[in-house]
């Protein structure tokens, strides 16, 4: 005896929802086939009835012109009757058609559904080796970490560098390379100088001396115009 009341019933498992039957491709190129062998017989069969009401219509002249009432109008009425028969296929035809042009319809549609799952599948499968969104966006802002850290660093490396003990003011620096740049031309000036009066002091016209290393004896004559000649340069 079950002290606890009766026993639960087992709950059954919810069956899965119907899934709806995946078309077979034999089957929908069949059913193509089967459309276009129709659409032929019935355009044959137009052309069938539409001789046969050429026919009645001939006939009716042709009895009608002998005097045969009763005869033209036997034609008119099968004619009449061709005639609802060849409308009547007009419009089986025309839903055939369309059928026809809603299964074309379809099978691109089916083709292009196939191409974009594909492509999602694939576009799925890129995502996730490249980690997902936030992985890709984690690597971006490691790169951007890295270039601000490259450009601190360049930043550091080119930055101006003080010798150790070198405080000097700016202003003394100045003055310092304005001295510099005054005694330089003072120098200038007093070269310049030296060499304007050594030009003046130079002789107007060369003395002739004799060749280094050559021992040439001097007559008394030429001793007295070297003489003569000094004496005038002085």
Do not use: W
């Not at 929908?28 to 089967?34: E, I, L, Q």
């Not at 069938?48 to 002998?66: P, T």
């Not at 060369?206 to 008394?220: N, Q, R």
Request: hydrophobic content about 35%; proline content about 6%.
């Amino acid at each position: 005896m079950n002290l606890f009341g009766k026993k639960k019933e087992p709950t059954a498992p919810t069956p899965p929802p119907p899934t709806a039957p995946t078309p077979d491709p034999d089957s929908t190129k069949a059913a193509m086939d089967k459309v276009n062998d129709t659409l032929e017989t019935i355009t044959k069969r137009e052309e069938h009835v539409q001789r046969k009401i050429d026919a009645e219509l001939n006939n009716a002249k042709k009895f009608s012109a002998a005097g045969k009432k009763r005869e033209a109008l036997q034609c008119i009425k099968r004619k009449k009757m061709y005639e609802k028969q060849l409308e009547q296929m007009g419009t089986t035809k025309m839903t055939l058609e369309n059928q026809k042009m809603t299964l074309e319809v379809m099978n691109i549609n089916k083709e292009t559904l196939a191409a974009q799952q594909a492509a999602a599948k694939a576009m799925q499968q890129q995502t996730k080796q490249m980690g997902g969104v936030d992985k890709v966006e984690e690597i971006m802002d490691s790169v951007e970490d890295g270039m601000q850290d490259a450009q601190e660093i360049q930043d550091a490396l080119s930055r101006q560098i003080d010798m150790p003990g070198l405080d000097a003011d700016e202003d003394d620096l100045l003055a310092e390379l304005e001295g510099l740049e005054a005694d330089e031309l003072a120098t200038e000036l007093g070269t310049v100088s030296l060499a304007s009066d050594s030009a003046v002091e130079m002789p107007s016209a060369p003395v002739s001396l004799p060749a280094a290393g050559t021992k040439k004896v001097m007559t008394d004559e030429e001793r007295e115009l070297a003489e003569l000649e000094a004496s005038m340069a002085m």
